[in-house]
T-cell receptor
């Protein structure tokens, strides 16, 4: 089955800790995206990548980092510089100029 | 700039009622328009889309028509079910492939 997987489903972060959220797709999509969703808000773009080994900042990139070493994978690291990391994180992928498809999400909570 | 405005929720209806969720957009050119649905604790799923003026997207009894003259893409369903309870997002795709989302409308259907 083709699709997008995100892990873990829930993630807990301690003060000052970096954590990494996984996103994998087997749809052969070139583009991948990370969004942050807060209660009652729409989705805000953190980072996106249109091709392997290249990525661009979205609207709220501060405190986050990404890599795109493989077409299938686009991990997101939430660094200690992100002071308000509690949110629902969604990964998406697409073929250029086509519909974006979303993973099931990771909920990040701060201990 | 590009933006999407959708009616604020929550919207509460009885089963079998008629549903309309309003969505208007601001954009340069003629963007593709989308409705996504998010069930509790899950990622977003594409519900329907329209790529040019007067196109009608439809899926699972939901419909939306791309109205260039009113810059609108209202979501409608003739008879809602309890299983339609979810958050609905209107969105547009910019020329650079970025998706702009509305803030979402929470829908509650009462049995």
């Amino acid at each position: 089955d083709g699709g997008i997987t995100q892990s873990p489903k829930y993630l807990f972060r301690k003060e000052g800790q970096n954590v990494t959220l996984s996103c994998e797709q087997n749809l052969n999509h070139d583009a991948m995206y990370w969004y942050r969703q807060d209660p009652g808000q729409g989705l805000r773009l953190i980072y996106y990548s249109q091709i392997v080994n290249d990525f661009q900042k979205g609207d709220i990139a501060e405190g986050y980092s990404v890599s795109r070493e493989k077409k299938e994978s686009f991990p997101l690291t939430v660094t200690s510089a992100q002071k308000n990391p509690t949110a629902f994180y969604l990964c998406a992928s697409s073929i250029r100029e086509e519909t974006q498809y979303f993973g099931p999400g990771t909920r990040l909570l701060v201990l | 700039g590009n933006s999407v405005t959708q009616m604020e929720g929550p919207v509460t209806l009885s089963e079998e009622a008629f549903l309309t969720i309003n969505c208007t957009y601001t954009a340069t050119g003629y963007p593709s328009l989308f409705w996504y649905v998010q069930y509790p604790g899950e990622g977003l799923q594409l519900l329907l889309k329209a790529t040019k003026a007067d196109d009608k997207g439809s899926n699972k009894g939901f419909e939306a028509t791309y109205r260039k003259e009113t810059t609108s893409f209202h979501l409608e369903k003739g008879s809602v079910q309890v299983s339609d309870s979810a958050v609905y997002f209107c969105a547009l795709r910019r020329r650079d492939d970025k998706i702009i989302f509305g803030k979402g409308t929470r829908l509650h259907i009462l049995p």
